[in-house]
């Protein structure tokens, strides 16, 4: 009798360290990570991807073949002088129209940050102004409406969107300077689709402000009043 009791209870004892069963392949199946891959039906609408530099050409093009243009940078001295007479003469056509995107310079934090995150970011400043000042000049040169827009959170992204085509190039996080990717897309793809919602989102968000009202910006900005 002792003996078998010794046996049922060295039975119970392996049963109850046993080991829990592991699920099926089958089973686990519900909690695999989800692809962030786009569905075939909604592609991505990226058609060439280089250095923001090299798609000089590229902007000429785009730039005389629309009608519309967004533009959205913190002040891009350099894209407006190599296009200046491309965007003029965008302007000089008939049926175009012109929106600009540029940091709030009366925003004092906004423009803190823009200084702290460049190398060359004392400068950032009167670049801003700068920009401004050449949009108002456009805008009473071809009297043409330009509708300017200023924001106040730190851009991640730049944009130069046309009727078909956009151009989207990323900001670096560091303060180094070094050549910045850039995207062309079309309008109708995924990423075209997420800019035209952030367009409108943005001139939710955004001051809106005629060109000729410009220089008051700059006057409460700076303190120096015309």
């Known amino acids: 009798m002792a003996a078998s009791r010794a046996r049922a209870w060295a039975r119970l004892m392996h049963q109850s360290i046993r080991p829990p069963e592991l699920p099926r392949p089958f089973e686990c199946a519900s909690i695999l990570p989800m692809t962030l891959t786009p569905s075939t039906s909604e592609p991505t609408g990226i058609v060439r991807v280089g250095s923001f530099g090299g798609f000089v050409p590229r902007f000429d093009e785009l730039i005389g073949s629309s009608s ?50 460049f190398d060359d970011g004392l400068l950032i400043p009167a670049m801003v102004e700068d920009a401004y000042r050449y949009f108002a000049r456009l805008a009473r040169e071809f009297q043409k409406p330009v509708q300017i827009w200023l924001f106040g959170r730190y851009p991640t992204y730049s944009f130069y969107k046309f009727d078909q ?18 995207f062309e897309v079309t309008t109708n793809g995924f990423l075209g689709s997420f800019l035209a919602a952030d367009i409108e989102d943005l001139k939710r968000e955004c001051r809106s402000r005629a060109p000729a009202d410009l220089d008051t910006v700059i006057g409460n900005a700076t303190g120096e009043h015309r």
């Open 68 to 117: 519309s243009m967004i533009l959205y940078f913190i002040h891009s001295r350099r894209w407006r002088e190599n296009h200046d007479a491309a965007i003029k003469a965008f302007l000089g056509r008939e049926g175009t129209s012109l929106e600009v995107f540029l940091p709030d310079l009366e925003n004092h934090e906004l423009m803190f940050s823009l200084e702290k995150h």
């Open 165 to 182: 085509r956009a151009v989207m190039a990323m900001y670096s996080n560091s303060v180094a300077k070094k050549e910045l990717p850039a």
